[in-house]
């Protein structure tokens, strides 16, 4: 499964490649290894400190990796920098959710939209009949977007304003308006009410249905074992198992990690 | 109202001040006073556009604003070049060496780049003062020409009014469509969380780079116009001081406010021509200001009167 | 050799008062994790209070120093209380701000005080330079050198053995967890204020023979301690010291090698350069960016 395969559409959209990261002498990833299909929900999980955000980060390129390779869509990620992945289609949303939130709901979604438009200061100065035009249709796709999570209505207001819940949908519109093939979500449901986890799964259902490949990591395990298609389980750093969610929970690797961790 | 009434009702008052005061006015002082203020405000919204909208605090924008008015002082004093021809050398000079010095700068952040600034700007100022066989040395640079086309001088009354005014309009026309476009919300974004900006798709480093080139551009325009109008330029003007100034501008009118910036250069610049003890008490006010206006008000004066105006509409 | 004897200590002579304004910055961020721009206000306003109260009031040396000291002390606790506590929206920017308007506002007050004209102190004693391999080392210098190590000492004494020094490093570590194990981390604050501010003003007793005092002395001084604190990575205090002997000694180097022109953009060129290349300081400072 390391090496990318030759045949197209088989081949996982994400391939992770012995992975390893330390900062200073903690081991934060240690060799880890696993592809992501494609139109796949898969999910993270692990105890705290397993290094499920660190691989996020290094996936991202927030954090350059000690050793191994990432592969997306077959093609060697490298050490290409953050904005550039966004434009190759790998999008993410944050922990704690980071919204710029000072600017409308509509103007962040319209910074997610920012590796698909081109006017640079020349063209917001000039204002020429395609500057107009690409942020007119800027405007509709992410108007869209926002209508697609049901935050439509909020779009004139400052992000900051809105309550958690509806900060992470936005978060998401945002992350979408950059037309990504792979969403990682992390810890989308962090926060929620039952009710709003619930819903949450469903968007996470319908975004998948637009083609999206979905990575989360999340606490929330019902809401994994649900949703998710396949789950990659960390430890200290290491990936323990790989399965279906059937799978995953007949584990005995995973069972023993999760028993040793008292808050669980 | 539609945006573009608007603008035309804006700027067409805007315009109608400044003409009517250019062609009203007949005491020299008072002409030169009010292009003083045209003068700061276009160093202060260029400024506020890197640290009021991109939130990277600049130091050392004093010395772009030396760098515009030195290298065209050099260049027409040393080799008699007319001014005009100067002025591209002067905004590329500055530009370059913002983008050079930009690079690594950048790339730091909060105190950081507070310092980093400070410190280059310190390093210019001592550059002026000791190349005197180019600078002039601590005593300065005397005898720059004075902007003419033809037989009309620009350098004077109203026309030094209407000139460095007339920048101080298309800068702010620039700004406020930079603000309100692609590059203006990713520079947004940059100063409310550099790191979701990444995340999203920005490219950080170039658009903080391109937004410093951007001011210190500005800065050297301002530059250009202040040495060809006094005809003498000193290190003293561009120091440390006079950084800080520009920061107290931007602070007083509002960060990330195109019209706090014609707010805070105003009044920075008329406040201490009305109370003449300031001379003594420069720095106690200036200090004063700078912590006051940071300690209870945050986001400026401008936003604070738009929002007491808002109340009173409402009530 | 007479020549590199004669820069050398004069490289130690400075490089020891950029250490001890270093310790002041470095000490502070360590504590609070804020830079205090007015820093250098607070050499100037404790040399010129010593200036004030020996040569020209008469105090004896002694208690003119301690007077001094506790004077600049307080006047960091009055700065914490007044401009640093009362800030709703601690974002980096607005303390930078906050502390450069504080140093101006310092730097304004003193002239309205002292006067723009410098005034200058006789050394500490009447004793006649040393002689060393040629070259002449100033009473005052040895002065210097010996409070500055003294201080050091005192310092390291502090937060190695004392129970606050100890509640302060662990503020330094973890704010959060310091409170919750019950450490008044407000206090810790002012305390830390305090104490970098009487730092300030001690270095400012002991430049004060030794240069021209006037009220924009400090901005540059400063600055070259801000620079020895990075140089020896921020928030460290051993580092704070060998930074400020680096700067000391380079600067020195530089005037005596070099032009005497080139001597305030050493530190500069310096700072920028370890800004750029290694913000952690020669020995590793306190983390600088956290994601």
């Known amino acids: ?264 | 109202m539609k945006p573009i009434l608007r603008n035309i009702l804006v700027y067409g008052a805007f315009i109608g001040v400044v003409a009517a005061y250019g062609l009203l006015e007949k005491s020299t002082y008072y002409l030169q006073l009010a292009t003083f203020v045209g003068l700061n405000t276009l160093l202060a919204v260029g400024l506020n556009m890197l640290m009021g909208y991109a939130g990277q605090i600049s130091l050392g924008h004093a010395a772009f604003y030396g760098l515009g008015a030195y290298v065209s002082g050099m260049l027409t004093v040393h080799l008699g070049w007319s001014p005009w021809a100067t002025l591209p050398c002067a905004l590329f000079a500055a530009g370059a060496v913002a983008y050079v010095v930009g690079l690594p700068t950048l790339r730091l952040t909060g105190y950081y780049l507070a310092m980093g600034t400070l410190g280059f700007g310190m390093i210019v100022n001592i550059l002026f003062r000791e190349f005197r066989r180019f600078t002039g040395g601590p005593s300065g640079l005397p005898g720059l020409p004075e902007l003419t086309i033809g037989s009309i001088n620009l350098s004077h009354g109203a026309n030094a009014l209407f000139l460095v005014w007339g920048c101080v309009i298309v800068a702010f026309f620039i700004c406020e469509r930079i603000v309100d476009s692609r590059m203006g919300r990713a520079l947004r974004a940059i100063h409310y969380s550099e790191r979701a900006a990444a995340a999203v798709g920005v490219n950080t480093a170039s658009a903080k780079l391109a937004i410093f080139v951007f001011a210190a551009v500005i800065a050297a325009l301002a530059g250009f116009l202040y040495a060809h109008m006094i005809t003498f330029i000193s290190p003293s003007t561009f120091n440390f001081l006079a950084s800080v100034k520009l920061v107290a501008m931007v602070v007083i009118g509002g960060m990330a406010s195109i019209w706090g910036s014609l707010l805070g250069a105003s009044l920075l610049t008329l406040l201490p021509d009305f109370l003449h003890v300031f001379a003594e008490y420069e720095m106690i006010i200036y200090g004063l200001i700078l912590m006051l206006v940071m300690i209870f008000f945050p986001e400026g004066l401008f936003k604070n009167l738009v929002k007491l105006y808002e109340r009173a509409k409402n009530r | ?291």
Request: charged share 15%; aromatic share 8%.
């Open chain 3, 1 to 291: 050799m007479p020549e590199f004897y004669q820069y050398l200590f004069s490289g130690l002579t400075n490089g020891a008062i950029y250490a001890i304004i270093a310790l002041g910055f470095s000490m502070l961020f360590a504590a609070t994790d804020l830079i205090n721009f007015a820093h250098g206000e607070f050499v100037m306003i404790g040399a010129l209070i010593l200036v004030t109260l020996w040569p020209v009031m008469g105090l004896p040396l002694p208690l003119a120093f301690v007077i001094t000291v506790l004077a600049t002390g307080i006047l960091g606790i009055v700065f914490e209380r007044l401009a640093i506590r009362t800030v709703k929206k601690p974002d980096p920017i607005v303390l930078v701000i906050i502390t450069v308007g504080a140093g101006i506002f310092l730097r304004g007050v003193a002239m309205i005080i002292w006067g723009k004209t410098a005034k200058g102190a006789p050394p500490f004693s009447k004793m006649p330079p040393l002689e060393i391999g040629g070259a002449y080392l100033l009473a005052q210098s040895v002065w210097i050198l010996g409070i500055v190590l003294a201080t050091v000492l005192v310092m390291h004494f502090f937060y190695s053995r004392t129970l606050t020094g100890k509640a302060m490093s662990a503020c330094a570590i973890n704010k959060r967890a310091a409170s919750l194990l019950g450490i008044a981390t407000q206090r810790m604050t002012l305390l830390a204020f305090a104490v970098s501010a009487a730092l300030g003003g001690m270095a400012g007793v002991i430049i004060a023979p030794i240069t021209m005092n006037e009220y924009e002395m400090g901005a540059i001084l400063g600055l070259k301690g801000f620079c020895a604190a990075m140089l020896g990575g921020l928030g460290n205090s051993w580092g704070a010291v060998v930074g400020g002997f680096a700067l000391g000694i380079a600067e020195a180097m530089a005037v005596g090698y070099v032009s005497s022109s080139m001597k305030d953009a050493v530190a500069f060129l310096l700072l920028l350069l370890i800004l750029y290349v290694r913000p952690t300081g020669i020995l590793g400072g306190k983390a600088i960016a956290r994601f």
């Open chain 1, 1 to 264: 499964m390391n090496a990318p395969k030759t045949d197209e559409s088989a081949r996982p959209l994400l391939a992770l490649d012995g992975i390893s990261k330390s900062f200073g002498g903690v081991r934060a990833s240690h060799d880890v290894s696993f592809a992501v299909e494609r139109k796949s929900i898969t999910g993270l999980i692990g105890p705290n400190g397993a290094g499920k955000t660190t691989l996020f980060n290094i996936i991202t390129g927030v954090y350059s990796k000690d050793c191994g390779s990432i592969f997306f869509d077959g093609q060697d990620l490298g050490k290409s920098p953050v904005h550039k992945r966004v434009s190759m289609g790998i999008a993410r949303t944050f922990q704690n959710v980071e919204l710029f939130s000072g600017m409308s709901v509509l103007e962040n979604v319209l910074v997610g939209r920012h590796v698909r438009t081109k006017c640079g200061f020349f063209g917001a100065v000039a204002r020429l009949p395609r500057h107009r035009e690409e942020e007119r249709l800027a405007q509709k796709y992410c108007m869209e977007m926002l209508d697609f999570v049901g935050m439509a209505h909020v779009a004139k207001k400052p992000a900051g304003d809105l309550p958690f819940g509806w900060q992470r949908l936005v978060e998401i519109a945002r992350a979408l308006a950059s037309q990504p093939r792979l969403l990682l979500l992390d810890e989308p449901a962090a926060g929620l009410n039952a009710m709003e986890t619930k819903q949450l799964g469903e968007l996470l259902g319908q975004i998948r249905q637009r083609g999206v490949t979905l990575l989360l990591v999340e606490h929330d395990m019902s809401l994994t074992m649900e949703v998710c298609d396949y789950i990659a389980v960390l430890d200290q750093g290491r990936k323990i198992a790989f399965g279906t969610p059937r799978q995953i929970q007949a584990d005995k690797a995973v069972i023993a990690a999760y028993l040793g961790q008292e808050e669980f």
